[in-house]
């Protein structure tokens, strides 16, 4: 599996996980985190997750679930030389980086999960319903849904591959959420945030400091400023946003 990933300089590089039909780029640089890690001295690793971005698309169902795509994030971690970073995930991508601390434990020093509460959205919203949106766009999803802003917006994207996001939301839903985690972990989540509804529950199972960002909803709560000065400290780097 070829995988794109963006190496920016600075001192202990921080992993950074998007979620799902978005990028690295998209997540990470466009709203801040780069910047904000550079000026606290820390550089980042930022993956595109496959099935997304410049990395490898399969259109296999089977080629997809949390613990597949965090040996791709062990794969990433090899051959960019580090043995022992922090992580942050987002939406979709804290499901990975979960699973990555049930891999390999020994490589992830510190964890911040936002956007996720202990609902697979996918599954929760009927698998079938969830592809023929992003392939036909078709409004099989209710409106109440946090996912059919999303998946409504798939429809003027361009370049994104669908049949792999859907092989991605098809894979994903069938296999348990990874909620455990053996190293110290921050959850944040935005306070008007569907998905992140029961976030005071995953940080229970997760053993895990919470941060509610107030007026946040699952898209805006990646931007906020709250989110960085929060997870910045707890990651060890100093705060400058």
Known sequence: MRLHV????????????HGFATTGALTWEATGWV???????????????????????????ADYSPDLL???LISALDEQGLDRVDVIGYSMGSWVALALV???????RRLVV??????????????EAVRQAILEGADTLPA?????????SLREAPGVDREALAACATGMAQHPLP???????????????????????????????LVVIPRRNHITTLSARAFKQAALPFLGASVSV
């Not at 963006?6 to 996980?17: F, K, N, Q, T, Y």
């Not at 936002?114 to 698998?127: D, K, L, M, N, S």
């Not at 190293?183 to 992140?196: F, I, K």
């Open 35 to 61: 910047s904000a890690l550079a000026e606290a001295g820390r550089g980042s690793v930022v993956p595109d997750l496959r099935g997304h971005g410049g990395s490898d698309a399969p259109h296999d169902p």
């Open 102 to 108: 049930g891999l390999a434990p020994q490589r992830v």
């Open 114 to 127: 936002g956007g996720v509460g202990t609902v697979e959205q996918f599954g929760h919203w009927g698998v």
């Open 144 to 152: 109440d849904s946090p996912l059919a802003p999303l998946l409504s």
């Open 6 to 17: 963006e190496r920016h300089p600075g001192a202990d590089p921080v992993l950074l996980v």
């Open 70 to 72: 965090a040996a791709d």
């Open 179 to 209: 909620l455990a985690s053996s190293v110290p972990t921050l959850v944040v989540a935005g306070e008007t945030d569907p998905v992140a509804q029961d976030a005071d529950r995953a940080a229970r199972l997760l053993g895990a400091e």
